[in-house]
C-alpha cells in the first residue's frame, strides 16, 4: 500500500523486483506528461545503458476532442527531443484504448516504470468513486518496480 499526503513530494520508489533493471518504461496518457518522468529515466538510462520505452497512449478518435488528438502530438515530440538531448535511443509504442490496462499490458517486458506525480491526487472513498485517478490505478496494479516522480516545482 502507498501512504500520501498531499503535502509531501518527494520521490518514491515501489519495490517489486530485485535489481538490475534494465529496461525502462515511461508511460504517456492525456493525464499523464511524459517529459517531466522521462528526464531522469534517460538519466539513469544513459548512466547503466538501460533501454528506454515511451508507452504513448492515443485518445480514441471516436470519443476525444479534435483538441485532445492534437494534443499528442506534443508528447511524440517531446520524447523524440529529450532522446537527442541525451543522445539516447528511446522506443516509442503507440497504444489505443483503455490507457491503465493498455499500459499495464504492456510492462511485460519492462524492469523500471517512471511514472509523474503532477497530476495525481489524494482522494477520500466516495470522491474516489465518483473522479478515479487513472495515475493511482497504475501505481496500485502495476507488476514491476515503479518510481513516482515529484512536480518539479515541489521538488525544489
Known amino acids: 500500500r502507498v501512504a500520501a499526503s498531499p503535502t509531501s513530494y518527494v520521490t518514491a520508489l515501489l519495490c517489486l523486483r530485485r535489481l538490475p533493471y534494465e529496461r525502462l518504461a ?5 493525464w499523464l506528461e511524459p517529459s517531466h518522468a ?3 529515466a534517460l538519466e539513469w538510462a544513459w548512466s547503466r545503458n538501460n533501454a528506454v520505452s515511451a ?3 492515443q485518445p480514441l478518435p471516436h470519443i476525444a476532442a479534435d483538441a485532445t488528438i492534437q ?16 543522445r539516447a535511443e528511446v522506443t516509442t509504442k503507440n497504444l489505443e484504448g483503455n490507457p491503465v490496462h493498455a499500459i499495464l499490458k504492456n510492462l511485460a517486458g519492462q524492469d523500471l516504470l517512471y511514472l509523474d506525480s503532477t497530476r495525481i491526487t489524494c482522494q477520500t472513498w466516495p470522491f474516489s468513486l465518483l ?3 487513472p495515475a493511482w490505478h497504475l501505481i496500485r496494479r502495476s507488476p514491476i518496480t515503479t518510481i513516482i516522480v515529484p512536480p518539479v516545482e515541489e521538488s525544489l
Not at 26 to 30: F, I, K, N, T
Request: proline share 13%; net charge negative; hydrophobic share 45%.
Open 55 to 57: 508507452l504513448l497512449v
Open 71 to 86: 494534443k499528442f502530438e506534443a508528447p511524440r515530440k517531446a520524447v523524440s527531443e529529450l532522446s537527442i538531448i541525451y
Open 131 to 133: 473522479n478515479p485517478d
Open 26 to 30: 515511461v508511460p504517456s496518457a492525456e
Open 38 to 40: 522521462l528526464e531522469p
